[in-house]
């Protein structure tokens, strides 16, 4: 990626042209002249790099997800996230982790990095009736 970015020239100046040149590699309907979404494009090219990656250490493509998420690019963007769910009768609790590349944060009501995520990881109520959380003891 450093080296097409480079382009020809001995400097170390970042050319974004090599990047728009190569728009089908890092995904195949980004098409030159039409816009589009920046996290979309941010995505597509953690994805491209992270299967560049795996084809250079000849790892077979049947690989299962948690070897792709040891990776360097999950390491830098990827995580798990814990979720508790408490049963409101017996209060038991049932944890759960899911993997991620980035949290979509609403950031329409938030005046900082701290309350957006605030707003996200904020306790929820399961419901009541056929939307009711049902317990798995």
């Known amino acids: 990626m450093a080296a097409t970015l480079k382009g020809t020239t001995n400097t170390n100046t970042m050319k974004p042209i090599k990047i728009y040149e190569k728009l089908k590699l890092i995904c195949k309907h980004l098409t030159h002249g039409r816009q589009e979404d920046a996290h979309e494009f941010l995505r597509y090219l953690v994805e491209s790099l992270q299967k560049s990656y795996l084809i250079s250490r000849k790892v077979p493509k049947t690989v299962d997800n948690y070897t792709k998420e040891t990776t360097p690019f999950n390491q830098i963007f990827g995580g798990y996230m814990r979720q508790d ?6 209060k038991h609790i049932s944890t759960t982790f899911q993997h991620f590349m ?25 419901g009541q009736g056929e939307n009711m959380y049902k317990c798995e003891k």
Do not use: S
């Open 102 to 126: 980035d949290l979509l944060l609403d950031i329409r009501q938030a005046d900082n990095i701290d309350t957006a995520l605030g707003g996200y990881f904020k306790r929820e109520n399961l």
């Open 85 to 90: 769910v408490v049963c409101m009768r017996c």
